[in-house]
Every structure is written in structure tokens, then in C-alpha cells.
């Protein structure tokens, strides 16, 4: 068949020549004719089968001697590792996906939780990033491995709250597979108290702790907390008077700008750089009624936070204003002299919002990416606190009586550091920090 195709290959080159076909036109004729005959060839030959190679059953040819037939080669199956690849592909398209960088906006609310972050090993402790990582896994957002590795998606949290805190406006950044809905599908996996309100795309480096630049927290409490202990009542009854409210603002606004706050913290010492913090504002706002309780909301911001920081500087502030001691203290507390200041409940503790403005004037305009401002959100965030965060901190003081009970310490306390009851808090303050992860309580973490 060979010798044929070449003495036929020789006479069409000469015909070519005489008859002026085109070469190129019967070079293409002659391809198709070694394609049939190599096909005849192999079909007419037959070929052994490979040791291991099942044979395939021809039912168009059952005769004699068929079923010892191997099978032919151009038939042979894909083997079996591509076949279980394709499936794989097949049943998980967004895999296919790149992963990109984002930024998730969240509001929880914190009670039965240990804080926000995440503690591998210590299962006895829920925090909030466990349930968000779960989402995210059964979503398909990220693959499981992910979860129990969360540097591999780049994962960061804005600031980490502490036990019992809440949020409104967290922001944590990671690389995730932008499926479709994917907003929806992460929230259909998430209790009702912890929501995802919001999604955008952040440059590839991008890290939503060392990126923001503040971060704005408030404190829900009810007012009786700055009542007289000489001369006011101390229960739900009592209403903060004008005059106590602008009290209550010229001790805040001693905190305003940069101050050493080793005493507001645990394991800072008065020496060390990182304990100055810089606090941009603080106020409390007009106070309002809800069942019957009279409360008041405490803001404060500041660049950034250290562990119980602001529930002491609240705690420092409730002393002086219910007469427990006076408010040269507060002046003290910022000098080296170690003061033993009381650490205000947890419960009322919310971060309202972070900011990154500097991110935002860099990126934010520059027609790839979104200023990190949510303006769009604000409505969600607004009815998030009205259903989840304020009812939550009203309800549990009321039957719980948060407030009421640590109130109850202040006439014992000793603002003395070397007291016994300092020492506790301090061996308190060491176990918790053991819990926290990589932070080591350091930063964001009220």
C-alpha cells in the first residue's frame, strides 16, 4: 500500500506540471488519501491489547473469536485521574474562578460570643469568625482547606472586638471566588445576628487593618450610671440633668489627642511607644428613653485601640462622675505611676464604623476601584442596631443588670495597682490575652 501511495504521489507531481493544477491543491488530496489508508491499515491488522487494558465488546461483531479482540488503540478510554478531573469541574465551575480581593462589611452582635477572632484549638470558645468561615466554605466562596488555614485567603480583620462586643460596620478583607449571589449564599449560611451587609473590590495588596486609618466605636449605657452616689437616686428612675451631661463631656474631652494609656491596658508598660494613642474625638450624646430606661450613648475615635482601653476610659470617667474619686486621676493615669482603673462592662460596647480615608483619596477615584465610605449601607447598618444590637443591650441589662452589678464593685475598688484586686485583674487580663491569637491583645481589640 506504501509503494502504491509513493509511485501515485510522483505521477500527480508530474501531471501537475503538464496539466497546470495547483501543487499545493493535490499536496492536500494526497494528506487525506495516507490518512484513509493508514485508517484501513490498522483496521485490517489486528493489534495486541496492552497488559491491564479492558477490552471493549463490539456488539456489531459477536462472532467467532470476537470477545479475545483488545480493543482498538484509537479507542482506548481517557484515563481514569482526567476523567475524575473533568467530574470535578464539572460539579464546581466557580473553582474555574480566579480568586479576587475584597472587603466584607458586617454587623453582629456579640453576646455568647468570645470576641471576634478566630481561635484554632480552642473550640470551647465561639467566636465570630468561626460562623463566618463556616459560611464562606459552604457558600463555595473559598475551599475548605482555607478555613482551617486562613492565611492562604489573605483573611484580615479591621479590629477585633472583645468578648460580648458588637458591631455595626466591621470590615475584614480576604480572596475569595466572586461566585454569583454571593452576598446572598454567604448570609443564607449565617445566623440572623451576624450579617453580611456589603461587598467590594480593594487592590490586591490591600489589608483592612493596617489600611484603616481610625476606627469609631460607641458605648450604650443607662444614665443612672453617672448619678451621685451622695446625692442621686440609683435606678431606672434617675434622668442625667443638662448640667451632669456637659460634665460628662468635659471629662471626655480630656481624652482628645495623644495621651500614654499603659493604664487603660494590660502588659504596658509607661515606657512603651506603642501604649500613646491618639484620640480624635469623644463625646456623649443626648440621652433618650426606651422601656422606661433613660440611656445614653458614648462615642469615641481614635487611630486605634488597645485591649479593655475604652471600657476603662468609660470606667475612669462613671468613677469621677459618681464620686469614687476625684479627677485628678485622670491626669495621673497618663504620667508613670501605675493606677488600677475599673474596666466598664462589655456588654454595651459597639464598633460603630472603621475609616480609610487615605486609602479612599489614593484608590477610591481612581475608576478601578470604590471608596470605602458605604454610603449605600448606611440604611442597612441603621436598621441592623435597631433589630439586633440596641434590643440586645436593653433586654440583657434589664434582666441581667450588667451595669447595676459592676456598680456595685466601685465602692470596693482600690485604684491603687498594687492592690490585690489589681493583681487579679492583671492575671485575668494575661489569661484572656492567651486566647487572642497572633494580635497578642495589642491592637483594635476593645
Known amino acids: 500500500m506504501g509503494a502504491s501511495l509513493l509511485k501515485f504521489e510522483a505521477a500527480a507531481v508530474q501531471t501537475s506540471h503538464q496539466a497546470r493544477y495547483p501543487l499545493p491543491l493535490l499536496r492536500s488530496g494526497l494528506r487525506c488519501l495516507r490518512q484513509m489508508s493508514m485508517a484501513e491499515h490498522l483496521e485490517a491488522v489486528p493489534i495486541k491489547a496492552e497488559p491491564g487494558a479492558v477490552a471493549k465488546e ?9 470477545k479475545d479482540r483488545g480493543p482498538k488503540k484509537w479507542e482506548e478510554a481517557e484515563p481514569q485521574a482526567k476523567r475524575l478531573k473533568n467530574s470535578e469541574e464539572e460539579e464546581e465551575p466557580s473553582k474555574k474562578l480566579p480568586k479576587r480581593k475584597i472587603v466584607l462589611l458586617m454587623a453582629y ?8 477572632q478566630r481561635n484554632l484549638g480552642s473550640s470551647q470558645f465561639k467566636t465570630i469568625e468561626d460562623d463566618l468561615v463556616s459560611a464562606l466554605v459552604q457558600s463555595g466562596c473559598i475551599p475548605e482547606n482555607h478555613g482551617e488555614d486562613m492565611k492562604k485567603m489573605s483573611f484580615q480583620r479591621c479590629a477585633r472586638t472583645d468578648k460580648g462586643v458588637s458591631a455595626a460596620g466591621q470590615i475584614v478583607s480576604l480572596k475569595v471566588w466572586l461566585i454569583d449571589n454571593i452576598l446572598e449564599k454567604i448570609n443564607s449560611h449565617l445566623p440572623s445576628h451576624i450579617r453580611i451587609l456589603g461587598l467590594k473590590r480593594v487592590t490586591g495588596s490591600f489589608n483592612s487593618k493596617n489600611r484603616c486609618d481610625a476606627r469609631t466605636y460607641f458605648y450604650m449605657l443607662p444614665t443612672f450610671a453617672f448619678a451621685h452616689k451622695d446625692h442621686d437616686i440609683q435606678d431606672k428612675e434617675y434622668r442625667l440633668s443638662p448640667e451632669t451631661l456637659a460634665k460628662v463631656n468635659q471629662l471626655l474631652a480630656s ?30 450624646e443626648v440621652p433618650f428613653v426606651r422601656e422606661g430606661l433613660e440611656l445614653a450613648v458614648i462615642k469615641v475615635k481614635g487611630q486605634s485601640f488597645m485591649m479593655h482601653q475604652i471600657r476603662k476610659m468609660i470606667g475612669l470617667v462613671i468613677a469621677i462622675m459618681k464620686g469614687y474619686v476625684s479627677e485628678a486621676v485622670m491626669e495621673r493615669s497618663w504620667g508613670e505611676e501605675k493606677i488600677d482603673i475599673p474596666k466598664a462592662p462589655g456588654l454595651g460596647l459597639v464598633l460603630e464604623r472603621v475609616h ?5 483619596r489614593r484608590f477610591g477615584n481612581d475608576g478601578l476601584h470604590e471608596p470605602l465610605d ?14 439586633y444590637i440596641y ?17 456595685n464593685t466601685l465602692p470596693n475598688h482600690d485604684f491603687d495597682a498594687g492592690s490585690p484586686e489589681a493583681k487579679a485583674n492583671s492575671t485575668d487580663a494575661k489569661a484572656a490575652g492567651s486566647l487572642k491569637g497572633s494580635d497578642r491583645g495589642g491592637d483594635d481589640s476593645d
Open 58 to 66: 463490539d456488539p456489531g461483531h459477536k462472532g467467532r473469536g470476537s
Open 109 to 116: 452582635s456579640g453576646k455568647g460570643y468570645h470576641g471576634m
Open 255 to 284: 481624652y482628645k489627642g495623644t495621651h500614654n494609656f499603659h493604664n487603660f491596658t494590660s502588659q504596658k508598660g509607661p515606657r512603651e511607644p506603642s501604649a500613646r494613642r491618639y484620640i480624635m474625638e469623644m463625646h456623649c
Open 356 to 360: 480609610f480615608e487615605q486609602y479612599n
Open 374 to 387: 458605604w454610603v449605600e449601607e448606611e440604611e442597612k447598618m441603621t436598621v441592623f442596631k435597631e433589630q
Open 391 to 407: 434590643p440586645t443591650i436593653i433586654k440583657t441589662e434589664m434582666e441581667e443588670h450588667s451595669m447595676t452589678n459592676w456598680l
